[in-house]
């Protein structure tokens, strides 16, 4: 898998502990017109990759691009592996590369949401053995629960996959929340499907794992996304749950803990909205944790403003030392 087998040799009480300290120049990739977010970071560490070099996908307006670095802070733009496509998580297994994502049906189908086409998305996979020539995009998770469909269509999002008790466990958002004064919607829901192989036979849970809760500071408008780390000793989330604040949305990454992977326990804020950083003043969102040469690193993106016009989100990274 895409972890660091080390980062099993971390306790919670260790984890938790440690002093996350902002890197200076951040952020590390800024959004490029025309698009105007570089958003859901996802990280091969350089003993993970082929070339011994950093690489990071990412999505923009475009698709999910491939970018790549020396030193994990300077990237490089590759090339785009799909469009129509969002939100990668990228993986090792048994020597080869693979790429789960949101996918969408055509824009024009999408776009016609607003005279009575519902949007639909689901999750897909490309594979590579070299991060240079990867598959056509192939389907590894359709929509099969009623809570994954809204009012506006059917959503299902921000794979992340871990391998526990022999199964291949992908945890996803799903449904839709449309978030008022930002003009676009963010995921309701967050639930798992398991299956024997990474690129097929996914079962869904019957229920999701978690959902808004009104009475929640951090939650009380809808769950975003998750991100699920094995310790020495437990499970940890990091997600980024939506909720408002003195009339306006925000966004945090939490840190969550379980001892199964299933049912969590809200810990604390790990990265909230600093308006002392512009490029991060109104929303911390998806995330990727890294562990490489005694260091944690959690790469996350961010946005400035909610308004659609004026919003602009870049990736920057958290860093400390174990």
Not at 171 to 178: K, R
Request: charged share 25%; hydrophobic share 35%; glycine share 6%.
């Amino acid at each position: 898998m895409m972890l660091n087998s080390d980062m099993e040799k971390i306790s919670f009480e260790q984890f938790n502990r440690l002093s996350f300290s902002f890197y200076g120049n951040n952020p590390v990739l800024k959004y490029s017109l025309p698009s105007l977010v570089v958003a859901d970071p996802s990280i091969l560490t350089p003993d993970s990759s082929p070339d011994n070099k950093w690489h990071l996908f990412a999505h923009t307006f475009f698709g999910v691009y491939h970018y790549v670095s020396s030193d994990g802070i300077s990237f490089l733009k590759v090339k785009r592996i799909a469009e129509r496509a969002m939100r990668p998580d990228v993986n090792v297994i048994d020597g080869e590369y693979f790429l789960y994502f949101e996918r969408t049906r055509s824009p024009i189908l999408n776009a016609l949401n607003t005279v009575g086409v519902k949007w639909k998305s689901e999750i897909y996979m490309c594979k590579s053995r070299d991060l240079i020539s990867w598959t056509e995009p192939e389907r590894v998770i359709a929509h099969t629960r009623d809570y994954e469909a809204c009012d506006t269509g059917i959503a299902i999002s921000n794979p992340f996959l871990i391998k526990k008790d022999g199964k291949y466990r992908m945890y996803y958002s799903c449904g839709q929340t449309f978030i008022k004064d930002c003009g676009f919607s963010e995921p309701t829901h967050i639930s798992f499907a398991e299956s024997d192989y990474p690129h097929k036979g996914f079962v869904s849970r019957e229920k999701p794992i978690i959902s808004p809760d009104k009475s929640s500071k951090y939650l009380n408008l809808c769950s975003g996304c998750i991100k699920v780390y094995k310790l020495k000793d437990c499970y940890i989330g990091l997600q980024n749950g939506l909720f408002s604040e003195n009339g306006r949305s925000h966004s945090a990454i939490m840190l969550l803990k379980s001892d199964d992977g299933e049912s969590f326990e809200f810990i604390k804020p790990l990265i909230v909205p600093e308006e002392k950083y512009p490029w991060m003043a109104q929303f911390v969102y998806a995330c990727c944790m890294t562990y490489y040469g005694g260091k944690l690193r959690i790469y996350f993106n961010a946005r400035n403003v909610a308004n659609m016009v004026r919003g602009r989100e870049s990736i920057g990274f958290i860093e400390a030392e174990t």
